[in-house]
T-cell receptor, first 113, second 114 residues
């Protein structure tokens, strides 16, 4: 079966500190991978998506970057966090055989102080 | 690009009653429409989806209907239970974009009163 993991579950970071959030997928090969951000009480904003190793597309200009060092690993990073980076970060994947269907991970809640 | 509008933004129903959420989309080429349920503090969970070659799909107490002519689709929850309380998101995917990204509605907060 396919599963998606995210860690950490919760993170409190000071302004100006670096960030690294990790997402891994099991049980499927060559998935499409996505990073979303959800502000409190708001909808889903697509930040990055990837169709393969090293292939990253950015949806919005921002303080964040993404990398895909392995087929089933997706990393969200920042060199210096801003207060506005606080939010709920969700990773999602879609299987190669059903690329329209996205499955979400449990999310990481980030609070920048 | 695709624009998905979702109504209502909040919905309160008595336990046992039905709940209906409606979404409209702008791109006539959109052909895939999933619905997600998000409980507090968790990631969205895919609960049902429909493709443009089907008008209705049902899974136990939930059903989705699609009207391609009017470009809208709806989620129906029958015999609501307290565990149905959550935020529900609709989405649409269009092959015109050349990728498989989803355009999401803004969400509906459903509260089931016991």
């Amino acid at each position: 079966s396919q599963t998606i993991h995210q860690w950490p579950a919760t993170l409190v970071q000071p302004v100006g500190s670096p960030l690294s959030l990790e997402c891994t997928v099991e049980g499927t090969s060559n998935p499409n991978l996505y990073w979303y951000r959800q502000a409190a009480g708001r909808g889903l904003q697509l930040l990055f998506y990837s169709v393969g190793i090293g292939q990253i597309s950015s949806e919005v200009p921002q303080n964040l970057s993404a990398s895909r060092p392995q087929d089933r690993q997706f990393i969200l990073s920042s060199k210096k966090l801003l207060l506005s980076d606080s939010g709920f970060y969700l990773c999602a994947y879609s299987p190669a055989r059903a690329q329209e269907t996205q499955y979400f991970g449990p999310g990481t809640r980030l609070l920048v102080l | 690009g695709e624009n998905v509008e979702q109504h209502p933004s909040t919905l309160s129903v008595q336990e046992g009653d039905s709940a209906v959420i409606k979404c409209t989309y702008s791109d006539s080429a959109s052909n895939y429409f999933p619905w997600y349920k998000q409980e507090l503090g968790k990631g969205p969970q895919l609960i049902i989806d429909i493709r443009s070659n089907v008008g209705e799909k049902k899974d136990q107490r939930i059903a989705v209907t699609l009207n391609k002519t009017a470009k809208h689709f709806s989620l129906h929850i029958t015999e609501t239970q307290p565990e149905d309380s959550a935020v529900y998101f609709c989405a649409a995917s269009s092959p015109r974009r050349g990728d498989y990204k989803l355009s999401f509605g803004a969400g509906t907060t459903v509260t089931v009163r016991a």
